[in-house]
């Protein structure tokens, strides 16, 4: 006997919570690398961003000047300026990261062969994933009854019928 299998499985989950903004598909739905399945409310996420953008923008600009005139200034103040535009640096980063994953997307081409969330539910980590997608490519994974397993070899073809045609 033998069982059609995907090559690929995944169940699939955010790494972030949040509230469910739109689906993208459902059960059955086939979708590409990189397709956006679901995305989450990011209106805060984004609001966030845009601040720690201007924010860096002004430290940014700001060190420029300090910088061109550091003759008029302590080395202290400049230090500090480097320190905060650091900061801001590293906070724009986190929150470009953090908006990143606010939607979920396929790793890998398939088929949604199981969906566990719906549009206004709290997304969190799931054993059972938000979905399960499954890959296009499939193999045949062969069993045998013990009395023919040890005549079987690797790489030797394989003939199989169904519904009476080869």
């Given at each position: 006997?033998?069982?059609?299998?995907?090559?690929?499985?995944?169940?699939?989950?955010?790494?972030?919570?949040?509230?469910?903004?739109?689906?993208?598909?459902?059960?059955?739905?086939?979708?590409?690398?990189?397709?956006?399945?679901?995305?989450?409310?990011?209106?805060?996420?984004?609001?966030?961003?845009?601040?720690?953008?201007?924010?860096?923008?002004?430290?940014?600009?700001?060190?420029?000047?300090?910088e061109k005139?550091?003759?008029?200034?302590?080395?202290?103040?400049?230090?500090?300026?480097?320190?905060?535009?650091?900061?801001?640096?590293?906070?724009?980063?986190?929150?470009?990261?953090?908006?990143?994953?606010?939607?979920?997307?396929?790793?890998?081409?398939?088929?949604?062969?199981?969906?566990?969330?719906?549009?206004?539910?709290?997304?969190?980590?799931?054993?059972?994933?938000?979905?399960?997608?499954?890959?296009?490519?499939?193999?045949?994974?062969?069993?045998f009854d013990?009395?023919?397993?040890?005549?079987?070899?690797?790489?030797q073809n394989?003939?199989?019928?169904?519904?009476?045609?080869?």
């Amino acid at each position: 006997t033998f069982e059609a299998k995907a090559t690929k499985e995944a169940l699939l989950n955010m790494s972030v919570s949040g509230i469910v903004e739109n689906i993208n598909v459902s059960v059955g739905s086939k979708v590409s690398k990189g397709q956006t399945l679901l995305t989450l409310n990011d209106r805060e996420e984004q609001a966030l961003l845009k601040t720690a953008r201007a924010d860096y923008k002004f430290l940014s600009r700001q060190f420029e000047r300090h910088e061109k005139s550091a003759d008029v200034f302590d080395k202290n103040t400049l230090e500090k300026l480097n320190s905060e535009l650091q900061k801001a640096k590293n906070t724009l980063s986190y929150h470009e990261e953090r908006a990143s994953k606010m939607k979920l997307e396929a790793p890998f081409a398939g088929v949604i062969a199981e969906k566990n969330i719906e549009a206004g539910d709290m997304s969190a980590i799931s054993p059972k994933g938000l979905f399960r997608l499954i890959s296009n490519d499939v193999k045949l994974v062969l069993q045998f009854d013990s009395k023919h397993a040890s005549s079987v070899k690797v790489g030797q073809n394989f003939c199989y019928n169904l519904n009476g045609k080869v």
